[in-house]
Nanobody, 125 residues
Framework: QVQLVESGGGLVRPGDSLRLSCAAS????????FGWFRQGPGKEREFVAT????????FYSDSVKGRFSITRDNGKNMVYLQINNIQFNDPSVYYC??????????????????WGQGTLVIVTS
C-alpha cells in the first residue's frame, strides 16, 4: 500500500507562486503514475495534472495549463506541483494520487487508487 503525504499549502495572494509537495512511501515509486487533483467546497474532485513514471507523459487541465507545472523526483520519492500566478479560482484542497495505470488526459479520480490527506490553498487579497 502506498502512503502519500501532501504539504506546501497555505494562504497566498493573487499572482503569488506556491509549490506543493507529495511524499510517497510504501510502494515501488518508479512504477507509479501520479496526479494532482483539487476539490473546492461542495464540488467534485477535479483533475489538475498528471505525470508518468518516466517523466515523459504529462497532462494538465485547461484551467491550469501554462501556470502549473508537475514534476517528480524518483530518487527522493517526491512529486511536486508548482503553481504560478495563483488566481482566485485556484483555492481548494489539493490532493496527490497514485495510479498503477498510464498517464492520460483528464483522468477520472477513480483511476487513482491511493490518496493523501490533502493540503489547503487559500487565496486572499
Amino acid at each position: 500500500q502506498v502512503q502519500l503525504v501532501e504539504s506546501g499549502g497555505g494562504l497566498v495572494r493573487p499572482g503569488d507562486s506556491l509549490r506543493l509537495s507529495c511524499a510517497a512511501s510504501g510502494g515501488t515509486f518508479t512504477t507509479l503514475t501520479f496526479g494532482w487533483f483539487r476539490q473546492g467546497p461542495g464540488k467534485e474532485r477535479e483533475f489538475v495534472a498528471t505525470i508518468d513514471w518516466q517523466n515523459r507523459t504529462i497532462f494538465y487541465s485547461d484551467s491550469v495549463k501554462g501556470r502549473f507545472s508537475i514534476t517528480r523526483d524518483n530518487g527522493k520519492n517526491m512529486v511536486y506541483l508548482q503553481i504560478n500566478n495563483i488566481q482566485f479560482n485556484d483555492p481548494s484542497v489539493y490532493y496527490c494520487g497514485a495510479s498503477w495505470g498510464m498517464a492520460i488526459m483528464n483522468p477520472p479520480s477513480g483511476n487513482y487508487r491511493c490518496w493523501g490527506q490533502g493540503t489547503l490553498v487559500i487565496v486572499t487579497s
